[in-house]
């Protein structure tokens, strides 16, 4: 199993940041993808950003320039630095890991930290 840790949401003032972490935990394989979700209030989830365990990343077009994703494969921990923040970037951003196992991807989730920007 594997379980991930996140941190680093709260109420900011649009134009200002906000650093998210999100650590993970137990059977982590050496090669996976981490990511960040966000679901805004009647919306579906939605990608914001992933970066492999090698280190590639896909931005949502949403956010790019404006959020930068980033990962310590030491610690188990990726980051989503969210600059320029926009009341749209409002919702509850969360957590993943996906990897293979037995020829499948096992995705994991964390339980979600809220981001909220006033206008």
């Known amino acids: 199993q594997v379980q991930l840790v996140e941190s680093g949401g709260g109420l900011v003032q649009a134009g200002g940041s906000l650093r998210l972490s999100c650590a993970a935990s137990?059977?982590?394989?050496?090669?996976?993808?981490m990511g960040w979700y966000r679901q805004a209030p009647g919306k579906q989830r939605e990608l914001v950003a992933s970066?492999?365990?090698?280190?590639?990343?896909n931005v949502a077009d949403s956010v790019k320039g404006r959020f930068t994703i980033s990962r310590d494969n030491a610690k188990n921990t990726v980051y989503l630095q969210m600059n320029s923040l926009k009341p749209e970037d409002t919702g509850d951003y969360y957590c993943?890991?996906?990897?293979?196992?037995?020829?499948?991807?096992?995705?994991?989730w964390g339980q979600g930290t809220p981001v909220t920007v006033s206008s």
């Open positions: 137990g059977s982590i394989f050496s090669t996976n993808i």
């Open positions: 993943n890991l996906g990897q293979q196992r037995f020829g499948r991807r096992r995705d994991y």
């Open positions: 970066i492999t365990s090698g280190g590639s990343t």
